[in-house]
């Protein structure tokens, strides 16, 4: 990377990294508990910490973590809450945090949406706006879609008896002119795909339910 900058120094480069847990990058005790590091924060892995420094030295590099919710794992808010602060302690942005994919064994590890929101919303309570910028991405065949909200308190509208979850189009295919709209269905917590909130659409602007979901 360095050569590469040599030859292209006006090109920055990002690097996409995916941890899952903070386990994966921070040093534990005998215990099982974090290490404090004296100059702030938590200890990271030697190894990691070496890579990290590295790429976040050279200020043309930018580092992004993203990661999937994934039950078992990670679907733990004080967890998240770690890994997120940490991250951004050492220079790697909160990019993020994805709902499963319906892809071949999917339902056994995905965690459903609803959970996944409630699960990152409550790891983000107490941290900065920082470290907390990292939203909660599900992906449709017209573009990365951001869980937004799911509401707890019954709506006065059709549909809405059980709250809402709202769906928004992050980033489209092409010219991307359906960027920001908006999609209301009524709460399923089971769902863990756009399919199983078919039969509870109240409003869709974005067009999410006029295209196949799977």
Not at 142 to 167: M, S
Request: a negative charge.
């Amino acid at each position: 990377v360095d050569k590469f900058h040599e030859q292209y120094p006006r090109t920055q480069l990002r690097f996409m990294v995916h941890f899952n847990h903070p386990d994966e990058f921070l040093q534990k005790d005998e215990e099982g508990n974090f290490i404090t590091d004296p100059r702030g924060g938590l200890k990271l892995l030697d190894n990691t910490g070496r890579a990290i420094e590295g790429l976040a030295s050279r200020h043309w590099i930018t580092i992004d973590n993203q990661a999937p919710i994934i039950r078992g794992i990670n679907n733990d808010p004080d967890a998240l809450r770690i890994m997120q602060r940490e991250l951004r302690r050492n220079r790697v942005e909160n990019h993020y945090f994805f709902c499963g994919r319906d892809i071949v064994g999917h339902r056994a590890f995905n965690v459903p949406i609803e959970e996944a929101w409630q699960v990152l919303n409550e790891s983000q309570k107490g941290l900065s706006g920082v470290e907390a910028h990292a939203k909660l991405s599900i992906t449709h065949y017209l573009g990365k879609t951001e869980v937004c909200a799911v509401t707890n308190d019954p709506l006065p509208l059709p549909g809405g008896e059980n709250g809402v979850l709202i769906f928004k189009l992050m980033r489209g295919v092409a010219d991307a002119s359906n960027r920001g709209k908006v999609t209301i269905v009524g709460r399923n917590p089971e769902a863990i795909w756009f399919n199983d909130y078919e039969d509870r659409i109240i409003y869709d602007e974005a067009g999410l339910f006029k295209t196949p979901t799977f």
